[in-house]
Structures are given as C-alpha cells and as structure tokens.
C-alpha cells in the first residue's frame, strides 16, 4: 500500500506562489503516475495536473495552464506543484494521488478521479484576495 503525505500549503495573497510537495513511501515510485486535485468547500475535487512516470507527458486543467507546473523528483520519491500567479478561486485542499503506469494514461485517464489508487491527507492552500 503506498501511503502520500502532502506538504507546502499556506496562505498568500493573490499573485503569489505556492509550491506543494507529496512524498511517497511503500512502493516503487517510478511504477506510478501522479497526479494533484483540489476540492474547493462544499464543492467536488477536481482534476489539476498529472504526471507520467518518468515525467515525459504531462497534463493540466485549463485554468491552470501558464501557472502551475508538475514536476516529480524520483530519486526523492517526490511529486511537486508549483503554482504561481494564484487567484483566490483556487483556494482549495490539494491531494496528490497515485495510479499504476501499466495503465493507459491519456488525458481522459489522467484526470478520472476514480482512475487513482492511492491518495494523501491534503493540504490546504488559501490565497487572500
């Protein structure tokens, strides 16, 4: 079972950055995509970026493209969210997640909530206006 500890949330002001951070332990970590979510209060978690194993295909919901970045250290078993220009419409509890690489992973599979197996606590990250 692979167990997903999210870290690097906060509170910033609108246009600052945030960089999010998700370490895994109890599996290979190169035999798995990630992928971050969040979930605004009282609404459903939504996809926001994915990452192949080796970091080669990426994924992003539109609303972030040209802001936030993935990026995945696998000698660090770490995934990473760099999110810049933040606006308050993305204050939201952020979860990594992680899905089998054996797996089909295009971007209709990497942004299926239900395609992941594993996921973290969140952390949350509030961006004041």
């Known amino acids: 079972q692979v167990q997903l500890v999210e870290s690097g949330g906060g509170l910033v002001q609108a246009g600052g950055s945030l960089r999010l951070s998700c370490a895994a332990s109890?599996?290979?970590?190169?035999?798995?995509?990630m992928a971050w979510f969040n979930q605004a209060p009282g609404k459903e978690r939504d996809f926001v970026a994915a990452i192949s194993w080796d970091g080669s295909t990426l994924y992003y919901e539109d609303s972030v493209k040209g802001r936030f970045t993935i990026s995945r250290d696998n000698t660090k078993n770490t995934v990473y969210l760099q999110m810049n220009s933040l606006e308050p419409e993305d204050t939201a509890v952020y979860y990594c997640?992680?899905?089998?690489?054996?797996?089909?992973?295009?971007?209709?599979?990497?942004?299926?909530?239900?395609?992941?197996?594993?996921w973290g606590q969140g952390t949350q990250g509030t961006v004041s206006s």
């Open positions: 997640a992680q899905r089998s690489r054996y797996v089909p992973f295009a971007c209709r599979h990497a942004s299926n909530l239900g395609s992941y197996d594993s």
């Open positions: 109890g599996g290979t970590f190169e035999h798995y995509n």
